[in-house]
């Protein structure tokens, strides 16, 4: 079930990098490329820190989720990007995902659960980061008017919770992958966002 788990978060993010890529007028080589870097980054960037070879490269699935993604939004991009919003709503249900199935393989090669949890938010935030400096465009991570890191952290911090106490499995994984996307839909929707830092306003001469 993670296996599945794991190919529908890399497809929803692969549909969001190539959606973005024929926004910007790539060609389907571009879009191959950004959706494949979307969908799959943040998974390669989480086994390089836990030392082991990247999912991606061991198991062909991993790379025909792009492929079918690319190929989709290729026919289907005039009608698909007419909708509102459809990039941000396949980029949630990827976070969604990769945020519970990134801690759940952090857990199962033994990351304490700290380690577990970071791992999770960093598999679910890393694609979507890549492929926002890829296109030249400000991250939605880094938007202060956005909630983009916080569902994965709240997603990756209660399956860690949900492993140790022994409750864990495709239910639960499912359970909170769909609680992580609404929380991230309901922010698009009312447009929630965290505070904001402290800004030192200078005034003219002070360094």
Known sequence: MSLVLDLLGTFFFAISGSLLAARRGFDIIGSLLLGSLTGLGGGVVRDLILGVKPTAFANPAYLAAPLVAAVLVFFLSGPVTRLPRTLLVFD??????????????????????????????????????????????????????????????????????????????????????????????????????VPLAAVTRHTKGTP
């Not at 990769?98 to 791992?119: I, R, S, Y």
């Not at 952290?153 to 909170?176: D, Q």
């Open 92 to 193: 949630a249900g990827g976070l969604a995902l990769f945020c519970v199935t990134g801690a759940v393989k952090a857990l199962d090669l033994g990351a304490n659960p700290v380690e577990a949890a970071l791992l999770g938010v960093t598999t679910a935030v890393g694609g979507g980061l890549m492929r926002d400096v890829v296109a030249n465009r400000d991250p939605q991570l880094f938007d202060p008017h956005d909630l983009y890191a916080v569902p994965a952290m709240l997603g990756a911090a209660v399956i860690v919770v949900v492993w140790l106490v022994g409750a864990y499995n495709p239910w639960t994984a499912t359970a909170v992958a769909a609680l992580v996307f609404g929380v991230r839909i309901l922010s698009l929707r009312f447009k929630w966002h």
